[in-house]
């Protein structure tokens, strides 16, 4: 897999500054992400990291700074933000499956009221990308009668059901097992391999190396350095880069 | 018991009386808290303090004062209701009100708040968050709450005894004072049914909270 920078980035974020009260927990962020790229995001806890990526659908506002999505300005609120998100999946730490609907009605809920399409065409949508995660015998059941692995593979059929452009991902395994991680790191590889364009906040280093285009190195809300996996593990060219793969990788 | 049997007319109204009292009492006070809870969430400020008003000063006033005000208070403003059950249905309901939208509140803040992030990472906008995922889940949290609160009304309404409303307990006081050999019969016979009404309203609280449980 390589990356394949041609043509405008399909998500452009420029001067990103927020804060949360005092704390300036983005500071003057620049980057661009090209269709089909694979970034994965890492650094230490308060980084920025999570929120930068809740910032992308604007879960999280930002105070200054512009952010695009294939080359459209991200609306401040109401039905244009909505659509706008609509073509951004998101994936969460805490899966956030809807607790009081089947797996079924998880796939199929954005496309029958975002989308607007019939419940037929949405429900087989829905099973065969269930049958893509490998939970498709769980679709009549809730939530809460899965185990963490299962839910985070639903949430993300849930997240492609909307055909989106790109998808975020945000810590996707660090509230699971460790026996459950590797289930859906295969998940996400696969759809690496396919070539969806996404951007990953993770400490996964494997999946770093086998599936990133780029990795972007975050530190105190600022991105510190960016390159290919090969160059960042080998030779990281920050010294906190260093420090941060020293703590992690001698374990 | 042919006591009970010579006075049966009279305690058959009275029961009607405080049950009517009760469910229209209820039903006024559900659609008010509504009203008062989609107001203290909307994104309008002028709309949530007037409701968080409104609430802070019926949960807080006792309600025979309430009732004191809808009676006599009003008439110095030139109002009146047309009659004392309805002065009694309005006192009832605007001071439950604000405890039905307390419970209505409690339930849509125990909504986990990634429910409605991840509806609106998938598109949907404020009001489909609100009405496909956010509601229907704070409304199963809150049929405990709510049961209480109905069992509360349904005994509050024994207020209006003190303003001229032949209920059960205005009957209770009737009985017991042309009858004191009697009392314990008639004691009894208010009771039983008062908890003709509540009971089966505990149990049906049970049945709907077992219904609409959602795992988590």
Redesign the interface.
Known sequence: MSSSPNGEPLVRLSGVNKWFGELHVLQDIDLEIARGEVVVVIGPSGSGKSTLCRTI?R?ESIQKGEIAIDGEKLPEE??QL?????????V?Q?F?????KTILENVT??PI??RGKSKAEAEKHARELLERVGVSAQADK????LSGGQQQRV?IA??LA?DPKVMLFDEPTSALDPEMINEVLEVMIGLAGDGMTMIVVTHEMGFARRAANRVVFMDGGRIVESADPETFFTNPASDRAKDFLSKILNH | MSFLADNFPLLRDAFLTTLALAVTSGICALVLGTLLTAMRVSPVAPLRAAATFYVEVFRNTPLTVVFFFLAFGIVEIDLQFPSRFISAVAALSLYTAAFVSEALRSGINSVPSGQAEAARALGLDFRQTLGTIVLPQAFRTVVPPLGNVWIALAKNTSIAAGFAVTDLTATLQRLANQNADQLLVVFMAIVVAYLIITLPSAWLIGVIERRTAILR
């Not at chain 1, 909505?82 to 998101?90: E, I, K, N, P």
């Not at chain 1, 809730?142 to 009668?145: D, F, L």
């Open positions: 659908n879960l109401g039905k909505a659509r706008l998100r609509s073509d951004v999946g998101m969460f805490s956030n499956l809807f607790a009081h809920l954005g009221k975002v809730y939530p809460a009668q949430a849930r997240a909307m």
